[in-house]
């Protein structure tokens, strides 16, 4: 699976960002699919899943309330609205593809990645 990632972009605090992953390369629907993001010097810290058909999502609790994860299997792609971002929201944004985890929350879980996408939020 390849997955490019897009929709990064800088934002005043408050705004609004919609992040899209396409997938390409096999059945997108066998897939769970998660964000994540990164800060420097930081690890890579879990933000939202989705399951196959879209009927299950898991949120960190830093974002609970103000990001939503939707998928569309026709166009084979995974989003992340963001509203309310924070200066803390500022990282780059992976998205992920699995099939084999349980919690999916955790980096292991996960086979496939795109390359990032840059979210700066300014206060």
């Known amino acids: 699976v390849q997955l490019q990632a897009c929709g990064g972009g800088l934002v005043q605090a408050g705004g609004s960002l919609r992040l899209s992953c396409a997938a390409s390369g096999r059945t997108f629907s066998a897939y769970y699919m998660g964000w994540f993001r990164q800060t420097p010097g930081k690890e890579r810290e879990f933000v939202a899943a989705i399951n196959w058909g879209g009927g299950a999502t898991y949120y960190a609790d830093s974002v609970k309330g103000r990001f939503t994860i939707s998928r569309d299997n026709a166009k084979n792609t995974v989003y992340l609205q963001m509203n309310s971002l924070k200066p803390d929201d500022t990282a780059v944004y992976y998205c992920?593809?699995?099939?084999?985890?349980?919690?999916?929350?955790?980096?292991?879980?996960?086979?496939?990645w795109g390359q990032g996408t840059q979210v700066t939020v300014s206060s």
């Open positions: 992920a593809a699995g099939r084999y985890g349980s919690t999916w929350s955790h980096e292991y879980e996960y086979e496939y």
